[in-house]
């Protein structure tokens, strides 16, 4: 699962030298969290990511609540899930995500040799507004301890198959790379 994640300035670094400019709208650093306007790269019809801001979160059933993530595994057979997967696919940056354990303790997760992460998400037009949610997948050993599921993490050359081709089904099945896990209080005992 995935319900909070963050950016940190560095980022924007990166997105610049993968999609060329970043208008100064689209920036923003800190926590993010589910119901708010968040940075997004989707497809152009030139072919190119391109950056904006999206509402995470599509409104639950009934109108109550927020569904912000789906399992990647079922993904293309829920019909609220089915045309944005088909057809408007999308990539959350990230710097880090946060997970909580057992404990309601805060942990800190992202990769050893990037600054940014991309999420694979999906989009559709719900009362006038593009909504995005954060595809999940089930976790791998450095995430299991604490969650039994994790955000569907796509590398930089899997960008354009995510958003361009139906080669994203294949993506929807990778095998998550591991990930450094920080605790910012850990409790000690004595032996």
Known sequence: MCSRYYLKDELYDRLEELLGSLNEEIHM?????????ALVMKGSKEQHPVACRMLWGYPGYGGKGLVINARAES???????REGIRHRRCIIPASGF????RNKQKITFHLPDAETIFFAGCYDLFGGVDCFTILTTEANSSMQPVHDRMPLILKREEIADWLFTNHYRELLHKTMPELVKECDYEQLSFL
């Open 98 to 101: 946060y997970e909580w354990d």
């Open 29 to 37: 650093a800190g926590d993010v969290y589910p119901s708010e306007n």
């Open 75 to 81: 993904v293309e057979e829920k019909p609220l899930f």
